[in-house]
């Protein structure tokens, strides 16, 4: 994309209020330029790539960045990134989650270190599950766990278990929601109607035939779906983020848990992006009772890794369905789960990273941020929000955050983030590339968030009308 000269589908006058288009483009060019010219080993590195790599890249959702051409990382430690032209950037981003508690936490990289001498898998149980399940007991208050090596796996793996015990097929999920990798949850409200995502490529089952959706916050639309009594679960994040934030309203949980059980109905809470609200997640932090809880990357502090947990009945459940299956293979699991290598880190990160004063430190640095970022909307009158959950921070292009997922869509402007997106990063400050998500981690500290902000700034005086 060499130019912004259209508008994108999602972009509207509320979304660009404020801001002069023609200002916007100029500077687009003007970036792009800027970064072709700063990082002449990334472009070499990325013309090979082309040869070898599909769409030139290790994933193709790296091309969702901003830059004409793919960024390499040399290395990363602690809130900083170093690219392959020796460039320094204070990163929010952090792997979109996966390295929330910073890059490289010195008591994970000991223990893989450790570990690398004892070897790395063995499909067999080790000392460090154990104190790993232990835990997570404690510590999200759910008594039986399992292990993945991501939180696609194990929102799958849950999925599968929970319709075996209910013998129901059906799901629920929360329109605009992201679960991973799971196709079961690639279906949206078009015109209140379920459809199935055209960007999900090679499915060829109907999905919305046991996929059921409707609006987050809605607990008209909630109960009307599950009072047929043939959902076996509702999936969902407590907040979701994937589509910009969105916020519960005030009571929206705990009516939704009371309707949720009331027809027999299982409830799975995805915390992989809400867990940066505090130590226990957002489950622990306003008291839910889900049935079954998944957390995924930032659990092992960057290493390739999920649980996903139970209370005691629904374990029981589970056990003696697969006890009365046929033998053979459940669907569940992988050879690589809970290898050594990845039990030893997830022991260090819950043990010495994930603690209670690191996330005040996180929280304090969030606020800070947030604070920092609805100064300068005020000052350059433009109306938009700033929605928070714990250390994870968002900005969004509306006056009031959005309260569902089709609010939360409407609302996004990929043309208007990359603009800004592209200005931060070659002023050596990295976003998520998806919508304008920022993370604070513990080793983030408060002149980084100063920088940040001041580079802000400039960058919407550059924009404003």
């Avoid at 043939?230 to 994040?237: G, K, N, S």
């Avoid at 992988?334 to 039990?343: C, D, K, P, R, S």
Wanted: contains cysteine; charged residues 20%; aromatic residues 8%.
């Amino acid at each position: 994309m060499n130019n912004l000269a259209f508008t994108s589908g999602n972009a509207t006058s509320s979304t660009r209020a404020g801001v002069c288009w023609d200002k916007a483009q100029h500077l687009w060019t003007k970036e792009r330029d800027a970064f072709k010219r700063n990082n002449p080993r990334s472009e070499a590195l990325a013309a090979r790539a082309t040869r070898h790599l599909l769409f030139g890249v290790p994933l193709h959702w790296m091309t969702d960045w901003s830059t004409p051409f793919s960024l390499t990382v040399a290395e990363a430690n602690g809130a900083q990134v170093i690219d392959a032209d020796g460039h320094c950037y204070t990163d929010f981003c952090l792997g979109d989650t996966g390295a929330m508690f910073g890059h490289a936490p010195a008591p994970v990289a000991t223990a893989l270190a450790r570990q690398s001498d004892k070897g790395y898998t063995s499909m067999m149980a080790s000392e460090d599950a154990v104190w790993v399940a232990e835990e997570l007991a404690r510590r999200f208050s759910l008594p039986i766990w399992q292990f993945a090596l991501s939180a696609s796996d194990a929102n799958r793996f849950v999925i599968r278990w929970l319709r075996a015990v209910t013998r129901r097929s059906k799901i629920l999920i929360f329109n605009g929601c992201y679960h991973g990798t799971v196709d079961d949850v690639f279906v949206d409200l078009v015109d209140g109607k379920p459809t199935q995502r055209d960007s999900l490529l090679g499915q060829v089952t109907d999905l919305t035939a046991n996929t059921v959706v409707v609006e987050f916050n809605d607990l008209l639309a909630l109960e009307a779906a599950l009072s047929k009594g043939d959902v076996a679960c509702v999936l969902a994040e407590p907040v979701m983020t994937n589509i910009g934030m969105v916020l519960p309203q005030r009571d929206f949980w705990e009516q939704a848990q009371n309707i949720i059980r009331r027809y027999g109905t299982l409830l799975v809470l995805d915390e992989t992006h809400t867990i940066s609200s505090g130590p226990h997640g957002y489950t622990g932090l306003h008291h839910l009772t889900p049935d079954a809880f998944v957390l995924g990357k930032p659990v092992g502090g960057g290493v390739p890794c999920a649980v996903y947990g139970f209370t005691r009945e629904l374990g029981a459940r589970i056990e003696q369905a697969k006890r009365q299956a046929a033998p053979g293979h459940s669907g569940v699991g992988t050879t690589l789960t809970a290898n050594m290598l990845t039990m030893a880190a997830m022991r260090a990160n819950l043990g010495e990273v994930m603690t209670e004063q690191a996330y005040a430190k996180m929280l304090a640095s969030a606020r800070q941020l947030a604070d920092g970022l609805r100064t300068l909307i005020t000052r350059h009158r433009l109306p938009w929000c700033v929605t928070q959950t714990g250390a994870r921070t968002e900005f969004q292009f509306a006056v009031t955050p959005p309260l569902n997922g089709t609010e939360a869509d409407s609302i996004l402007d990929s043309e208007l983030e990359k603009i800004i997106h592209l200005f931060l990063l070659n002023r050596g400050m990295l976003i998520t590339p998806f919508h304008n998500m920022m993370l604070v981690c513990p080793a983030t500290q408060p002149d980084q968030i100063d920088r940040f902000l001041s580079v802000f700034d400039d960058c919407l005086h550059h924009l404003v009308a």
